[in-house]
């Protein structure tokens, strides 16, 4: 049997819903761009999404060398390009304003998410946050969310240089944390990300299915699958707890 005494987790929409909030802070600028040039908030806020989503998905370790906020600036761009606006003054103004508006959105950890902490910790398990979030936005991010405190280590892209699904990411992740990859488990949102890398690194896998992406068929299944983060506890074979 399987034991584990390392766990690496992923942040945004794994231990704490980033996708409401940034979405929040995304419709508070396309409130104030939209009453201004006539554009529709929603459907602003819709192609802001969909240009987020194009840089996160194709986010390799090239990209670590760019600021983001110079990549925000860029989404903002592509979003107003696609309802209209071929403008690179107003989406500097919009990635300001966007800025502004995520640092006044409350933060907090998904229900359930600090006593799955707390309780790997008190059963002796090492604890890591391997997140595609750059220095800029996650090191506030991590303090706001008070994770300081409750976690080992942090691995952010471009501190380490690396971007999931890179396997040696996770192996870098469990040398630094003094642990053997066998004996490490990832839990993470993004099949392609979090799943994927872990996997091939040899890591047990625990995908938190929230938004119900399908697993493409034929390939390398998670060690486990859950729907919440409280459900984690569940699933991983902890030693102490094994025993
Ligand atoms: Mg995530």
Redesign the pocket.
């Known amino acids: 049997m399987r034991e584990i005494d390392t766990v690496l987790f992923?942040?945004?929409?794994?231990l704490h819903d980033?996708t409401t909030a940034y979405l929040a802070a995304a419709r508070t600028v396309a409130e104030t761009i939209g009453a201004e040039r006539g554009i529709d908030p929603g459907t602003l806020v819709d192609a802001y999404e969909r240009a987020a989503m194009r840089f996160w998905s194709s986010l390799t370790a090239e990209h670590l060398t760019h600021t983001i906020a110079g990549q925000r600036e860029r989404m903002w761009y592509e979003a107003l390009l696609e309802v209209g606006f071929d403008d690179r003054a107003l989406a500097q103004r919009a990635a300001a304003r966007y800025g502004v508006a995520r640092a006044g959105t409350i933060l907090e950890l998904a229900p359930g998410a600090v006593d799955v902490l707390a309780a790997l910790r008190a059963h002796g398990c090492k604890l890591g946050l391997v997140t595609n979030g750059f220095a800029a936005t996650h090191h506030e991010k991590i303090e706001r969310l008070g994770l300081r405190r409750l976690m080992d280590a942090f691995f952010l892209a471009d501190e380490v240089g690396m971007v999931k699904p890179d396997p040696e990411l996770f192996r870098h992740a469990c040398r630094v944390l003094g642990s053997d990859p066998a004996r490490t488990a990832m839990v993470?949102?993004?099949y392609a990300?979090?799943v994927v890398g872990a996997l091939e690194a040899g890591l047990f896998a625990v995908l938190l299915d929230v938004h119900a992406t399908p697993i493409p068929p034929g390939a390398p299944q998670p060690d486990a699958v859950v729907t919440s983060i409280g459900a984690v506890l569940d699933v991983i074979p902890v030693a102490r707890l094994s025993r």
């Open positions: 992923d942040l945004d929409d794994t980033d993470g949102d993004r990300r979090d």
